[in-house]
C-alpha cells in the first residue's frame, strides 16, 4: 500500500476513487478513451449520519463502513482496487533538498532521517512515504522532495474500512492533493489554459470550508474556516422541527415548507458569502496579492441556488461552481442530469479516481 503516489510508477490496474469525508461517501470511476480522453463511467454518494466521522476520525467504524458498501453496490462498479485518501489534518508535509542521483534505498534513508526532525512522535508510530517534486529551484544538482507522514492507525483506519467493504486499498493519498489534481483539468478549461491566473478554491464542506489559492501548479495559500452546509440543516431542523437527520434529507431533496427560500435559504446564502468575502479579505491582507482571478466553489452547499452570484456581488470576483467532470465523456450508466445536479461534491474523489491515468 502506498501512502502517497510511488505506486504510480509501476503499471496500475483499474481503480476507482473514493472519498469518505465528514458527511459521505462518494465513489467515482474514471475510464479513458484510446486518444487519453477521460469517460466518466460511474459515479454515487451515500450520506453518513452526523457523528460517525468527526474531524477526519472515524468514530462510527461498522456504519462507515456498511455506508461504504452501499455507495460501492449503488455505483453498479466491479472495481475492487480502490485510492483513498487522508484528511490534510492527519497529515505532516515537508518540503526538503536531496542530492539528485540517488539510489530509490538511499533515498529513503535520508528521508527517514530528515522526517525525524519534524514528526512530534516517534518514527515507529507513522506510516511514512515521500514523492520526487522535481529539480530544486534555488540548488543546482539537487532536487525537491515532498515527505508526507500520518499515524499508523489513522492509516490503518482508512486500510481497514476498503477491506470491510471488500476493496483492495492500492493507494492512500492526501485529500488536498487529490483536490488539486481535478482542480488541474477545470484550470486548463479557462482561458489562456488558466495561465497565471489565480484561482481561489473554496471546498465547502459538511462543517468546515478551506480556501486554497492556486496558481499554476503551486498552491500560494491555505486556510479552513469553521462553516458549512451542516449548518443549513441546523437552522432547517430548528425552523420546522425536524431531527438533524430529517432536515438533512428534506435539504437535499427539497421537500420543504414553501416559506424556506425567503425564510431561511436567502439568509443562509447572504450569509455564507459574507464568509466567503472575509475569508478572501484574509488572504489579501496576509500576503503581496490583492486580487483573484476567479472564485470557484465546490461542495454539495456550491449548488445552493443564488450562492454564486451572490459571491460575485459581493467580491467582485467572478464565480462559477466546479464542475470536475466538465468535458468528460459520460459513460452508459451516468445521466447528463445528475452530472449537472451533483458534479460539485465529487472533486476529491475525481482527482483520487485520476490518480489511475496521472503520473
Known amino acids: 500500500m502506498s501512502f502517497l503516489d510511488r505506486l504510480l510508477r509501476r503499471k496500475s490496474p483499474p481503480m476507482i476513487g473514493l ?7 462518494k465513489l467515482v470511476e474514471l475510464g479513458q478513451t484510446s486518444s487519453g480522453e477521460f469517460v466518466l463511467e460511474r459515479f454515487a454518494l451515500e450520506p453518513f449520519e452526523k457523528g460517525w466521522i468527526t474531524d477526519g476520525q472515524i468514530e462510527k ?10 455507495v460501492v453496490g449503488k455505483s453498479g ?3 475492487k482496487h480502490v485510492v483513498m485518501a487522508m484528511p490534510q489534518s492527519a497529515v505532516i508535509t515537508k518540503k526538503i533538498i536531496l542530492p539528485a542521483g540517488l539510489r530509490e534505498e538511499e533515498m529513503e534513508l535520508q528521508v527517514e532521517s530528515e522526517a525525524n526532525q519534524y514528526i512530534p512522535f516517534s518514527i515507529d508510530e507513522v506510516s511514512l512515504d515521500f514523492c520526487v517534486i522535481g529539480p530544486s529551484p534555488s540548488s543546482a544538482g539537487d532536487v525537491e522532495v515532498l515527505i508526507a507522514a500520518s499515524r499508523k492507525d489513522r492509516v490503518q483506519d482508512r486500510q481497514g474500512l476498503a477491506e470491510a467493504a471488500g476493496l483492495t486499498p492500492v493507494i492512500l493519498d492526501i485529500e488536498s492533493h487529490a483536490s488539486r489534481l481535478a482542480m488541474s483539468r477545470v484550470i486548463a478549461a479557462l482561458p489562456n489554459e488558466g495561465r497565471d491566473a489565480l484561482v481561489a478554491l473554496f471546498e465547502i464542506g459538511a462543517d468546515s470550508t478551506s480556501l486554497r489559492v492556486l496558481r499554476d501548479d503551486e498552491q500560494l495559500y491555505d486556510r479552513d474556516q469553521a462553516f458549512g452546509g451542516s449548518q443549513l440543516t441546523q437552522l432547517i431542523s430548528r425552523q420546522y422541527g425536524f431531527s438533524f437527520e430529517e432536515a438533512e434529507q428534506k435539504k437535499l431533496s427539497g421537500d420543504l415548507p414553501e416559506d424556506y427560500e425567503s425564510v431561511i435559504l436567502a439568509p443562509f446564502v447572504d450569509s455564507l458569502s459574507q464568509e466567503i468575502g472575509r475569508a478572501l479579505q484574509y488572504f489579501f491582507t496576509s500576503t503581496p496579492h490583492h486580487k483573484v482571478h476567479y472564485v470557484m466553489l465546490a461542495g454539495g452547499t456550491a449548488t445552493l441556488p443564488g450562492l454564486k452570484d451572490r459571491v460575485t456581488e459581493l467580491t467582485g470576483f467572478a464565480s ?3 464542475n470536475p467532470f466538465d468535458s468528460m465523456q459520460l459513460g452508459s450508466a ?6 449537472r445536479r451533483e458534479a460539485a461534491s465529487y472533486l476529491t474523489a ?9 503520473q
Open 350 to 358: 475525481c482527482g483520487l479516481a485520476m490518480r489511475r491515468f496521472v
Open 334 to 339: 451516468v445521466r447528463e442530469s445528475r452530472v
Open 19 to 25: 472519498d469518505v469525508s465528514s458527511s459521505s461517501a
Open 77 to 79: 462498479t466491479r472495481t
Open 61 to 70: 467504524f461498522d456504519e462507515v463502513a456498511a455506508a461504504v458498501r452501499k
Open 320 to 322: 462559477m461552481v466546479v
